[in-house]
């Protein structure tokens, strides 16, 4: 299998706060994770590439100081979204590559991020 | 870097039809092609992918065909049923390039009884 998990499901903060997002390959390990935001009725963005052991890879235009991300172990890869304003207020999905040499990316079930 | 476009950006067809959904993409270094399919409030999951050295790839009622030369691929969905109703993404990849996806706009599949 390639099961990928995320935590929370959704959440609600207060403009200000820092929230932190987990993504899990539970099955299997992710030497490389990637991180994506999608508004409502839009396609997946690419946010950030997440290697363990290493910095993250941002895209551009992405604040890497705003989105804190983390990748600490062969199963585990954080993103914090930190200082979240309402427009930060998006579906982020994580997804992560089977293996050193795959390519094949199994998504989580993303994290709907509410900030009012 | 890459571009993928996808049309139509909804079909809706009727239980049983056929759905076909068509993607080109710009860069002539792309090497892998999946397709995701959506559902409300989900992550994308991956229902068949290609890889640029295969034309054509088939897994019981979906297939995937690919025209290197013309930079396009298509899904296409045989004896559709209602459950098959959702958003579907296509994307491209260099897989020596880290693998990076981009994805297509998405197509809303709804699939009438």
């Known amino acids: 299998g390639a099961v990928v998990s995320q935590h929370p499901s959704r959440v609600i903060c207060k403009s200000g706060t820092s929230v932190k997002i987990e993504c899990r390959s539970l099955d299997f390990q992710a030497t490389t994770m990637f991180w994506y935001r999608q508004f409502p009725k839009q396609s997946l963005m690419l946010m950030a590439t997440?290697?363990?052991?290493?910095?993250?890879?941002?895209e551009q235009g992405v604040e890497k100081d705003k989105f804190l991300i983390n990748h600490a172990s062969l199963t585990l890869s954080t993103l914090t979204v930190t200082s979240a304003h309402p427009e930060d207020s998006s579906f982020y999905i994580c997804?992560?590559?089977?293996?050193?040499?795959?390519?094949?990316?199994?998504f989580g079930p993303g994290t709907r991020l509410t900030v009012t | 870097g890459e571009n993928v476009e996808q049309h139509p950006s909804t079909l809706s067809v009727q239980e049983g039809d056929s759905a076909v959904i068509k993607c080109t993409y710009s860069?002539?270094?792309?090497?892998?092609f999946p397709w995701y399919k959506q559902e409300l409030g989900k992550g994308p999951q991956l229902i068949i992918d290609?890889?640029?050295?295969?034309g054509e790839k088939k897994d019981q009622r979906i297939a995937v065909t690919l025209n290197k030369t013309a930079k396009h691929f298509s899904l296409h969905i045989t004896e559709t049923q209602p459950e098959d109703s959702a958003v579907y993404f296509c994307a491209a990849s260099y897989t020596g390039g880290g693998n990076k996806l981009t994805f297509g706009t998405g197509t809303q599949l709804k699939v009438e009884l």
């Open positions: 860069d002539s270094a792309s090497n892998y």
């Open positions: 290609i890889r640029s050295n295969v």
């Open positions: 997440s290697n363990e052991g290493s910095k993250a890879t941002y």
């Open positions: 997804s992560a590559i089977k293996g050193s040499s795959s390519y094949e990316q199994y």
